[in-house]
């Protein structure tokens, strides 16, 4: 496993923009977003694969939300723009040491092995 801090959330107003950032103490690793809204099951974000030649999203935040990934700092970055009330949730960071993952596994939460603490990100309206 591989420890993973987050950073980036906070307060933001419907329409709004915020940038989280992951930082990992190793390369090589397939990442992704996740988040868990209060009273609901976690669920896959963006996930980046393949050195970052490979990026999926959740319905939900394509064309909104935005996953990159800068191999010489080895971090991880989810840029979510127009937030809407309904994006508010305990976002993670997820990582699994292996440069590819099956297109229809990487925003399953079961696919990654180690987790960070989560930043929360509030929406309001």
């Known amino acids: 496993q591989v420890q993973l801090v987050e950073s980036g959330g906070g307060s933001v107003q419907a329409g709004g923009s915020l940038r989280l950032s992951c930082a990992a103490k190793?390369?090589?690793?397939?990442m992704a977003w996740f988040r868990q809204a209060s009273g609901k099951e976690r669920e896959g974000v963006a996930a980046?694969?393949?050195?970052?030649?490979?990026?999926y999203y959740a319905d939900s935040v394509k064309g909104r939300f935005t996953i990159s990934q800068d191999n010489a700092k080895n971090a991880v970055y989810l840029q979510m723009n127009s937030l809407k009330p309904e994006d508010t949730a305990m976002y993670y960071c997820?990582?699994?040491?292996?440069?590819?993952?099956?297109?229809?596994?990487?925003?399953?939460?079961?696919?990654?092995?180690?987790w960070g603490q989560g930043t929360q990100v509030t929406v309001s309206s």
């Open positions: 997820a990582a699994v040491p292996a440069v590819w993952v099956l297109a229809r596994d990487t925003l399953r939460a079961r696919t990654y092995d180690s």
């Open positions: 190793y390369s090589r690793y397939s």
């Open positions: 980046i694969t393949q050195g970052g030649s490979s990026t």
